[in-house]
């Protein structure tokens, strides 16, 4: 993906079967065939479908996503999935540090950044995701919060920082209807892009998608901020015609 250029992209979380993606999918790539999509499009899905959904999505323009990586190479790590392995199945994304990973896996920025790192290894874009809980915003942390978070990613990569897509997800916002207004997301958008630019004057042009609770309602305004560069969709995505409006939204 050329940097900057809007991004949605879909995260099905363990949400899937087999008759379900093939319906889901269906209805998806028979709405881009009609409104060919004027970004990039992409499907996070869980492990087990990488497979099954490579090959509905051939010979789309529909990226092929992962939920997750190992930070380890290969070896005895029992229950994960290498980079590698996502290479053989054509994934093009992965997400790293989403915040249920963080909350619910004790996984640690270290442990982030080992991932992101292992990805670009094997030609795979990381979406690093970064966000403050409740409490942290209410504490006046949120910039602190997700300077951190980004920060151990972009030091760990150095220059190939530039090549990460960045996702900017409050954790009070994921799943719970309760959407960051769009001047909330810019401002924090605003200081991740800062934040990128200082480290790294290439890494200025990283994509910053906006995710949580964003739905075919509110994503216009969102995608018009400045520094908003696209969406990470959760439950909006598992709904074909959700989906596809807020794709068509990132088309201005
Ligand atoms: P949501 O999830 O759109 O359901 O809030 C977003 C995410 O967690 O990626």
């Known amino acids: 993906?050329?940097?900057?250029?809007?991004?949605?992209?879909?995260?099905?979380k363990m949400n899937a079967s087999l008759p379900a993606n093939a319906a889901l999918l269906g209805a998806l790539l028979e709405g881009l065939r009609q409104q060919p999509p004027a970004c990039e499009v992409a499907v996070a899905v869980p492990m087990p479908y990488l497979s099954q959904v490579q090959q509905l999505l051939a010979g789309s323009s529909v990226r092929l996503g992962a939920q997750d990586v190992s930070a380890h190479d290969a070896g005895a790590y029992t229950g994960e999935t290498s980079a590698a392995m996502l290479r053989d199945f054509a994934v093009r994304y992965a997400l790293v540090g989403h915040s249920e990973r963080r909350q619910y896996h004790g996984e640690t920025d270290a442990q982030v950044a080992a991932k992101a790192e292992r990805l670009l290894a094997a030609g795979i874009t990381p979406i690093v995701c970064v966000g403050e809980t409740l409490a942290e915003r209410e504490a006046?942390?949120?910039?602190?919060?997700?300077a951190r978070q980004l920060d151990a990613v972009v030091?760990?990569?150095?220059?190939?920082a530039a090549q990460v897509v960045v996702a900017y997800?409050?954790?009070?916002?994921i799943g719970t209807g309760r959407t960051a207004t769009p001047q909330q997301a810019q401002q924090v958008h605003a200081v991740l892009r800062g934040r990128l630019a200082a480290a790294r004057p290439e890494a200025a042009r990283v994509a910053i998608l906006?995710?949580?609770?964003?739905?075919?309602?509110?994503?216009?305004?969102?995608?018009a901020q400045p520094d908003i560069d696209?969406?990470?969709?959760?439950?909006?995505?598992?709904?074909a015609p959700d989906f596809l409006k807020i794709i068509e939204a990132a088309r201005a």
């Open 1 to 12: 993906m050329t940097t900057r250029q809007k991004f949605i992209a879909g995260n099905w």
């Open 140 to 146: 006046g942390a949120t910039d602190a919060v997700v």
């Open 155 to 160: 030091q760990s990569l150095g220059a190939a």
């Open 169 to 173: 997800e409050p954790v009070w916002a």
């Open 210 to 223: 906006y995710g949580g609770s964003m739905n075919a309602a509110n994503a216009p305004e969102l995608l």
């Open 230 to 239: 696209g969406g990470l969709i959760g439950g909006a995505s598992l709904k």
